[in-house]
């Protein structure tokens, strides 16, 4: 089993910016593609942005291009998603997920595509 463990969501002001942090605990052998997703309430969950093991492949919502940046640090186990010129409708909870992969530079936009899940992380952008 694959812990997913977000940290870094809080109340910011439209414009300003926010850093959240997803770790795993993951197998050592094995390769993932990790993902952002949120889900504001009462609507479904969305993808945000993905990263593949390699980390030369990214991809982006074309709501959030330009003001979010996914990265990932493999040693510590970590990806991170700096998210930049906050609007009112980023409020949401955001969610980390992970995929085992076979292919270094592969990514996942679709929620089902994802097996590993963290509990969410609160994000609320005040105007």
């Known amino acids: 089993q694959v812990q997913v463990v977000e940290s870094g969501g809080g109340l910011v002001q439209a414009g300003g910016s926010l850093r959240l942090s997803c770790t795993t605990s993951r197998r050592t052998s094995s390769w993932y593609v990790m993902g952002w997703f949120r889900q504001a309430p009462g609507k479904a969950r969305e993808f945000v942005s993905a990263i593949s093991w390699s980390g030369n492949r990214v991809t982006y919502a074309d709501s959030v291009k330009g003001r979010f940046t996914v990265s990932r640090d493999n040693a510590k186990n970590t990806v991170y998603l700096q998210m930049d010129s906050l609007k009112p409708e980023d409020t949401a909870v955001y969610y980390c997920?992970?995929?085992?992969?076979?292919?270094?530079?592969?990514?996942?936009?679709?929620?089902?595509?994802?097996?590993?899940w963290g509990q969410g992380t609160q994000v609320t952008v005040s105007s």
């Open positions: 997920a992970a995929r085992i992969t076979y292919s270094a530079d592969t990514v996942a936009a679709k929620v089902d595509e994802y097996y590993y």
